[in-house]
C-alpha cells in the first residue's frame, strides 16, 4: 500500500487535516443557503456586472422616498404626496424590474448549473432548499418594497416640527408599513419564483414574470370598466391592483376615486385575503417543483 | 490502519454535543434494492455489503451505478428495498447521514459565476460547518486538490482537470467519513487522469476516508481500489478483494515466432488442449510437465519461444467470455 504511513504524508502534505469540530446541520445548512442566496441576489461575491442590475434597480425604488422627504424638508411637512399607503403606485416598475431579472437566477442557477444534485445530497431535505431559497428573495425583494416605507415614516418624524406629537398621530404607520411591504414582498416574490421555477429557459422565466406584472394590469384596467359585474374580479389577479388593494386595507385608508380599486368596488379586506391565497398557491407550486425535479 | 482509528475515536467522543456516529461493520448494506424507471429495471434486488477501504463500482454504463449511488444518498427513492450507509438507514435519517458523505457526481455541478473559493466555503456551511472552520478547511481543501491563485477566479474559466478537483474539493471539505465518486476522472487527459487517481488513493489511504469509486474504466479500479463490486443489469455480478480478481489464472499463455499454427499442432499431438488467440497460444495449466512439453515442441519445430506465463487474470475478463470456462470441464 502505497503512503501507507500517515505521519510521513502529513509532513509533505499539510494541505489535508482531519475535521473533529461541530456538525451543525440542517438548520445551519438553511441559513447558509438563505444567507448565500440573498447575496446572490444583489450580486454580492460575484463580479461587478453581476451587481448592477439588481443594485441600480434597488436604488431607483428609493426615489420617490427621497424626493418626498426632500420636498418635505423644504416646505415643511404639510404637503404629502408619497405616503406609505400608495407608495407601491409609485415603486412598480423597479419591483418588477427587480423580480424579472433577478427572480430567474434564484433557481436557475442550480437548474442550469445541476448544482442541486450537491445540495439535495447534504443535510437538507428539498422542502428546505425551497423555504430557504424563497425566504432570501422574498428579503431582498423586501428591501425594495419595505425599505423605502421605512425611511419615508421614519424621515417625515424626523422633519416634523414636533416630533411627541408626530409620534402620538402617526405611530401606527410603523407596524402598518412593516405589513404592508413584507406582503408584497411575499406575494410578488413568491409568484415570481414560481414563474421562474417552472421556465425551461432563463429569458422565458424573464417574460413570464415580467407578463404577470406587466401584462395583467392593463387587462385587468380593461376588464374592471367594460367586464360588468364579473370583469371587476379582475382587479384581484393583477398582483400590482390585488396588492395595491392589500396596502390600502392594511393603512386602512379608502382608495382614490379614480382608482382600479374604487371602480371594483370590492371590499378592501377580499384584496388581503387573495394576496394570502396567491402567497399559499406559489409556495405550493415553488415546494412541489422542488419535491419532483430530478436533481 | 491507525488512523482509521483515531479518527473514529475521536469523533465518539464528541458524539455527546453532535449525532452519534458508530463505525459500523460496513459502510454501505443493502437489502434487495430495487429500482425501476417506468420499464426499465435500473437496480434488480441488489443486495450488498461493503466493508471500510477504497471499493470500485464497477459494471458497463448504464449497469446502474450512478442508480446506486444516487440512491444510497437520498437523491432518488428506491422502488422498493432498503438500504443503510455508516449505519443510517437512508431513507428515514437522510439528513442525518448526509452530514458524514461527500458526493461528487459525475455531470458538471459548479456555478460558472463564482470562484473555487467562495463556492467551497458555501459548501462547507452548507454542510454544517461553522464560519471559521469553513473558511480553514476551504483553503486547506483547495490545497489538498492542487487549487492554488487560480481559486479566486470565476468557475466558468476552469480547465476540465481543475473543475473536476473543485468537485472533488465540495465532496472532501467536511471531512466526510466515505466519498462517492462518479466516474471522477470523465472527461481528463491522462496526465490528469493519472493527478486524479493519485489524489483518490492518497484520500482513501493517507486519511482513512472509506471510497465508493463508480467507474467503467477497469484499469482504474485496479490502481487505486481494494476492493470491487461488480454490477451488471442492476444485479450483483462479483464482489471481493481486487487480489482476488487479478489472481493467476489455470491458463498459460505461450507466444513463438514463427508460425503458431505448427507449434498447436505438435502440442495437440502430444495430447494438450490448445486454444488460438491470436498470435498466442492458450493452453490449461495443469502442472509443470506443460512447460516441458510447449519448450520441447518449440525446439523440435526451430521456433524462438518469446513468451511462456501463466496468465493473470484482468478485471476485463469479468466482461467477456473468458477462455478459462472453455476449460472448466478439463
Redesign the interface.
Known sequence: ????D?RA?AIY??????????????R??I???Y??TLRGAFGI???TS?KIVPLVVAAFAFIPALIQLGVAALLGSRIEIIAPWNYLGYSEVPVALFCAGVAPDIFG??LR???L?????????RSDYAIAKTAAFVTALAVLTLGPLLLLTIGNGLASDDLPGYLADHWREFPQSLAAGLVIAAVAGCGSLAIAAHAPRRAYATVGVAAWFLVTLPLAGILVEIGGEIGRFAAWFSPFDLLYGAALAIFGHTPGADSIQARADLPLFSYLLLAVAHFAAAALLILRRFQRVQ? | ???IET?WM??SA?SA???LYTPPMHVIETAGLTRRFGDVTALDDLTIAVPPGITGLVGANGAGKSTLI?IL????PATSGSARVLGYDVASE???L????G?M?E????????SAT?FIA??A??????GD?ARE?TA??L??VGLFEERYR?IRGYSTGMKQRVKLA?A?V??PRLLFLDEPTNGLDPAGRDDMLDLV???G????ISIVMASHLLGEIERVCDQVVVIDGGRLLRQGAIADFTAATGTLIVEVEGDPAALADALRAAGLRVEGDGRQLLLPFDGDHVLDRVRDACADLGLGLVRLERRRQALEDLFRPAPEALHAGS
Open positions: 500500500m502505497p503512503g501507507a500517515p504524508g502534505d499539510l494541505g489535508y487535516r482531519t475535521y473533529d469540530g461541530p456538525r451543525l446541520g440542517r445551519a445548512a441559513l447558509a443557503l444567507t448565500f461575491g460575484r463580479r453581476a442557477r442550480d448549473y445541476r448544482t444534485s450537491l445540495y439535495f445530497s447534504r443535510a437538507l431535505l436533481a | 490502519m491507525h488512523v479518527r475521536s469523533s464528541s454535543a453532535y449525532p444516487r444518498l437520498g437523491l432518488l437522510g439528513p442525518t448526509r452530514q458524514f458523505v458526493y457526481p455531470h458538471d455541478c459548479l456555478p460558472g459565476d463564482v467562495e458555501h459548501m456551511r452548507v454542510n454544517g460547518l461553522p472552520a478547511r486547506e481543501t490545497r489538498h470565476d465540495q472532501l467536511h471531512d488513493r492518497r484520500t489511504h493517507e486519511f482513512g
